[in-house]
């Protein structure tokens, strides 16, 4: 292969310096030397890692180990106290949310009176329906809350999608808690359900629920894909702000209503247990970017042409390292200019932090992201992050797979970079449409090989009636595939017949770590 480099002068862009190769491990343990008397340590080199000493545990329930040489230039840094971060796994997040739920029903047990009259069996259910409907809307909001263990740990695209669906188990309690008090009333005061529902709309926390519903409606309607294609992002999101209101408006009806009234150790709890989500809210939404803004002063630095309608974009603050991005996570980027300083966008970094720079890579596909390449340096910019579980963190194989799929490239190539591995140990399979599609074309083949990894770049139509993403190809290219993790992110069609193409080749669906930015 020929030798590439990229003129440049900008540290991301210089050639990486080779990986030394692991040693392979003596047959026997020789006699060690008498130890010399210990001399006083000596600092470290700047920027040097000392590899951690090895845990002994099972061998038959630990995972293969990676190679332990680690080029010290591929490892970002993790700030001054080199703190990790904290991961919430998501078994642990479903417990803690089927435990709230389990909390919710025992509360309403407490307080049910038996009895067979119809009227009561109404109100009972109606109960327990909008109790949890109403902790579910604080699961919901928890879940969008931005919390950095959690979006670490379970993923931002996971995230959203379980947003999504309890979003319609929500709606559901409501419409059941509804219906349910309804004909609980009618039953009791003999009226008909017309009646009836004046009767209930004449109180003030009903109405209030009644507003708060409807605005949970229209959540849901716009979060609907068909709709939400026809609508422009600010317009949503306007929407989804509504939700917030809603709450309110929910909280206020809960406060009212006998199971939270009546006692007092019950409403103080459940008003907590509102005021610890809202305040989450405020603080990772708002106070947390706000503060990263002015601590970090964030600004364009340059903006480069990559290919047709493809930019990176070099983005320089003051203690960059203090945010702790990760290799494969991304931010979500404001430019303080016209046209996008109202959306926050996300992407991912696309090469590790170094000298208080962040890179991104961008292709233009909308009107946003044609904005993104006419950015000026000097523009000052807001990053909210890093978010994202697409990191070496979720790795349990020492041989890994990066499977990339467009401009899906820019996180694997990070990864890339600096997964830890010998030679043959991380293979990267680049799927694109021609060679004008491929990004960062010569930098990947400069990492491949000064790590003697393998690269190939799966070129043709997505129609062709070749499938490079076929099981029995991805096998020919990487003969012990089910031995592999798989590392994937592409356009989300891309990603479905991947991952199907994967599991059908043997890859348990344990081991293909993606994130869906559709859902980001």
């Known amino acids: 292969?020929?030798?590439?480099?990229?003129?440049?002068?900008?540290?991301?862009?210089?050639?990486?310096?080779?990986?030394?190769?692991?040693?392979?491990?003596?047959?026997?343990?020789?006699?060690?030397?008498?130890?010399?008397?210990?001399?006083?340590?000596?600092?470290?080199?700047?920027?040097?890692?000392?590899?951690?000493?090895?845990?002994?545990?099972?061998?038959?329930?630990?995972?293969?180990?990676?190679?332990?040489?680690?080029?010290?230039?591929?490892?970002?840094?993790?700030?001054?106290?080199?703190?990790?971060?904290?991961?919430?796994?998501?078994?642990?997040?479903?417990?803690?949310?089927?435990?709230?739920?389990?909390?919710?029903?025992?509360?309403?047990?407490?307080?049910?009176?038996?009895?067979?009259?119809?009227?009561?069996?109404?109100?009972?259910?109606?109960?327990?329906?909008?109790?949890?409907?109403?902790?579910?809307?604080?699961?919901?909001?928890?879940?969008?809350?931005?919390?950095?263990?959690?979006?670490?740990?379970?993923?931002?695209?996971?995230?959203?999608?379980?947003?999504?669906?309890?979003?319609?188990?929500?709606?559901?309690?409501?419409?059941?808690?509804?219906?349910?008090?309804?004909?609980?009333?009618?039953?009791?005061?003999?009226?008909?359900?017309?009646?009836?529902?004046?009767?209930?709309?004449?109180?003030?926390?009903?109405?209030?629920?009644?507003?708060?519903?409807?605005?949970?409606?229209?959540?849901?309607?716009?979060?609907?894909?068909?709709?939400?294609?026809?609508?422009?992002?600010?317009?949503?999101?306007?929407?989804?702000?509504?939700?917030?209101l809603a709450a309110a408006l929910g909280f206020v009806h809960q406060l009212a209503g006998p199971d939270i009234v009546g006692g007092l150790l019950t409403r103080w709890l459940w008003s907590l247990a509102h005021a610890v989500v809202a305040v989450l809210l405020v603080w990772y939404r708002i106070v947390v970017p706000v503060r990263a803004a002015l601590r970090h002063d964030l600004r364009v630095a340059e903006v480069r042409d990559e290919g047709p309608g493809v930019v990176s974009v070099l983005i320089r603050g003051r203690g960059v390292d203090r945010l702790r991005a990760e290799p494969g996570q991304f931010f979500r980027w404001r430019f303080l200019r016209r046209g996008l300083w109202a959306t926050a966008l996300p992407f991912s970094l696309s090469a590790p932090v170094r000298d208080?720079?962040?890179?991104?890579?961008?292709?233009?596909?909308?009107?946003?992201?044609?904005?993104?390449?006419?950015?000026?340096?000097?523009?000052?910019?807001?990053?909210?992050?890093?978010?994202?579980?697409?990191?070496?963190?979720?790795?349990?194989?020492?041989?890994?797979?990066?499977?990339?799929?467009?401009?899906?490239?820019?996180p694997l190539r990070a990864l890339f970079e600096t997964l830890p591995g010998g030679p043959g140990d991380v293979t990267l399979l680049y799927r694109a449409s021609d060679s004008s599609s491929v990004v960062l074309r010569e930098e990947l083949e400069a990492i491949a090989r000064e790590r003697r990894a393998d690269l190939h770049f799966l070129l043709g139509p997505s129609d062709g009636s070749f499938d490079p993403l076929a099981p029995r190809a991805l096998r020919n290219l990487v003969p012990d595939l089910a031995a592999h993790d798989v590392y994937l992110c592409g356009p989300p069609a891309m990603a479905r017949a991947a991952t199907a193409s994967l599991r059908r080749a043997g890859v348990p669906a344990s081991r293909i770590h993606s994130e869906d930015f559709d859902h980001a």
């Open 356 to 410: 208080d720079t962040l890179r991104i890579t961008v292709k233009a596909l909308g009107d946003h992201t044609r904005r993104v390449r006419r950015l000026r340096p000097g523009t000052r910019v807001l990053a909210t992050g890093p978010f994202g579980a697409l990191t070496a963190h979720r790795r349990t194989r020492r041989k890994v797979l990066l499977l990339a799929g467009g401009v899906g490239i820019t």
């Open 1 to 244: 292969m020929p030798d590439v480099t990229t003129e440049a002068s900008h540290p991301l862009y210089v050639p990486l310096a080779p990986l030394t190769a692991p040693r392979a491990e003596e047959p026997r343990r020789r006699r060690r030397p008498p130890v010399p008397p210990a001399r006083p340590a000596e600092p470290a080199a700047a920027g040097s890692v000392r590899p951690a000493e090895p845990v002994a545990t099972p061998a038959a329930t630990r995972p293969a180990r990676p190679a332990r040489s680690v080029r010290p230039s591929a490892v970002p840094s993790a700030g001054p106290s080199a703190v990790p971060a904290l991961r919430l796994a998501p078994g642990r997040l479903r417990a803690g949310v089927a435990a709230g739920a389990g909390a919710v029903g025992l509360l309403w047990g407490l307080q049910a009176r038996p009895s067979a009259r119809l009227d009561v069996l109404f109100a009972s259910g109606a109960h327990l329906t909008g109790l949890l409907a109403g902790y579910g809307v604080l699961v919901l909001l928890l879940l969008m809350a931005r919390i950095p263990a959690v979006e670490h740990g379970v993923g931002a695209d996971r995230l959203a999608r379980r947003h999504a669906l309890g979003g319609r188990y929500v709606l559901g309690l409501i419409a059941a808690h509804a219906v349910l008090a309804l004909c609980g009333h009618a039953v009791h005061t003999h009226a008909d359900l017309v009646t009836a529902a004046g009767d209930l709309l004449s109180y003030g926390a009903i109405a209030a629920a009644t507003a708060g519903t409807a605005l949970l409606v229209a959540v849901g309607i716009t979060s609907a894909r068909s709709v939400r294609r026809r609508l422009r992002h600010e317009t949503w999101r306007a929407v989804h702000l509504g939700a917030l």
